[in-house]
Nanobody
Framework: VQLQASGGGLVQPGGSLRLSCEVS????????MGWHRQAPGKERELVVS???????HYADSVKGRFTIFRDTSTRTAVLQMDNLKPEDTGVYYC???????????????WGQGTLVTVSS
């Protein structure tokens, strides 16, 4: 199983970016997908997580600015980031809770990080 993330880059404050993450490989189910981020000199933190039923949890710092979309048919999650701020700068990691088979418990998988830089 692999998580392939794309998007990111440099944007000015107030701008928008979109991150995408696609899960590939043989698996039984994906119970949740989301994004974490790590700012320079800081610990990694949860940005948003969405479970299969559609319920999502956002970090307070991004509520109202970031939106997660999931397409279960393509195993894809998209993070739309609007009104970006310099403090949103960091490496963003796609995450997914995946069950490889019906007889095995779910475990968390991480994609490679993608850098988001918000600067004028």
């Amino acid at each position: 199983v692999q998580l392939q993330a794309s998007g990111g880059g440099l944007v000015q404050p107030g701008g928008s970016l979109r991150l995408s993450c696609e899960v590939s490989g043989s698996l039984s189910s994906i119970s949740a997908m989301g994004w974490h981020r790590q700012a320079p000199g800081k610990e990694r933190e949860l940005v948003v997580s969405m479970v299969s039923g559609g319920a999502s949890h956002y970090a307070d710092s991004v509520k109202g600015r970031f939106t997660i979309f999931r397409d279960t048919s393509t195993r894809t999650a998209v993070l739309q980031m609007d009104n970006l701020k310099p403090e949103d700068t960091g490496v963003y990691y796609c995450t997914a809770s995946i069950r490889l088979s019906a007889f095995r418990p779910s475990r968390d998988y991480w994609g490679q990080g993608t850098l988001v830089t918000v600067s004028s």
